[in-house]
Nanobody
Framework: QVQLVESGGGLVQAGGSLRLSCAAS????????MGWFRQTPGSERDFVTS???????NYADSVKGRFIISRDSAKDTVYLQMNSLKPEDTAVYYC???????????WGQGTQVIVSS
């Protein structure tokens, strides 16, 4: 079992930055793909980015060049550095873990990000 706890959401002005964190627990953490998704009311949960145990990363086109995912295996934590934020980045951001490039097996509770214009 993998448990995920997100933190770091909040309110930021357009053009600003935020860093989200996801603390993981569970004995298989180091072999799982970790990722971030986001969801707005009435919409599906969309893939944002993921990182493999070896450091390979994938990004949605909408965030390429602005968001950076990283992981610290010693701290069992994955980070999402969000730069040049836009109002359309406003969403609840969910941490995810799994065995696929787009991981969907385990979810955190979500953290709200609001970008004001």
């Amino acid at each position: 079992q993998v448990q995920l706890v997100e933190s770091g959401g909040g309110l930021v002005q357009a053009g600003g930055s935020l860093r989200l964190s996801c603390a993981a627990s569970g004995r298989t953490y180091n072999t799982w793909v970790m990722g971030w998704f986001r969801q707005t009311p009435g919409s599906e949960r969309d893939f944002v980015t993921s990182i493999s145990w070896s450091g390979n990363t994938n990004y949605a086109d909408s965030v390429k060049g602005r968001f950076i995912i990283s992981r610290d295996s010693a701290k069992d934590t994955v980070y999402l550095q969000m730069n040049s934020l836009k109002p359309e980045d406003t969403a609840v951001y969910y941490c995810a873990a799994g065995r696929a490039v787009v991981p969907t097996e385990h979810w955190g509770q979500g953290t709200q990000v609001i970008v004001s214009s």
